[in-house]
């Protein structure tokens, strides 16, 4: 039998020379080429490999700079709230201790202002209560000068007293104009009525007549603008019938009382009316 022997290659069986030792060299050459061959492979994996882990690493350690610098900027960013925040604070503080101060100061002042009312109020009580009196004494006054006045004074024969004034009641008539001048010649003026005490007065005693007032109309273009007494005062006070003063035909000038008491305006040529005159009471 042949001594050649054969060994497996990568592509199928060759003949190895004889010899045991030869043969195994030729393995060992190659395991040995394979090696080395596994090693540079390694070397490029690892070089390879390292190479990125270099650039990883450097890109790492870039972010970790860039970290660091955000984290002192945050570092920054939080030491400077915490001082604003410390500032606040503080702030805060003063304003409560102010509001306290000013809280302090308006329950004061609010409590002066009621003890001002309450002074207000009583010395309005005492002013009411001393107005009372003024009043009450100028009554008394009053009443006790009427009294003298009334002692003291009097009014002519056919004449009627009535709060310091005499009063006539005519029994004859005539116009306005001739009603005044009776008047006149009396030292008297056609009645002025001034409250509704007097015109209550001169209704209880007129009887069932129509008597001259002592007022009469002011024209301006043909029309009535005003009423005054024959003293030259304007009409304030005033008793008017229903439906006056109208005016008829544009010829009532003066004022009458009708017998219910009331006012009614009329042609100052009328003589159907009496009249009542008027003056001081004589002391």
Known sequence: MDSTSYFKWSEGYQ???????????????????????????????????????????????????????????????????????????????????QLRMTRTQLQEAQGKLLEQERSLGELKEQVTRSLAEAEKARDNIRTELLQAIRQNCSCPESWLHFQGSCYFFSQQTAQWGKAQEQCDRQGAHLVIVQNLIEQTFLTSNKGNFGYWLGLKAVRKDNKVQSYQWVDGVQLSFSYWNRGEPNDSKGREDCVMMVPPGKWNDAPCDNERDRWICEKPQLC
């Open 15 to 97: 003949k190895c020379p004889s010899g045991h030792c030869r043969c195994w060299g030729q393995r060992l050459l190659i395991l040995a080429a394979t090696f080395v061959t596994t090693i540079v492979l390694w070397v490029l994996a690892l070089s390879v490999l390292s190479s990125w882990a270099s650039s990883e690493r450097g890109a790492l350690l870039s972010r970790q700079d860039q970290q660091v610098t955000n984290a002192s900027k945050l570092t920054v960013l939080v030491d400077d709230l915490k001082a604003e925040h410390k500032t606040y604070n503080s702030s805060c503080l003063s304003m409560q201790v």
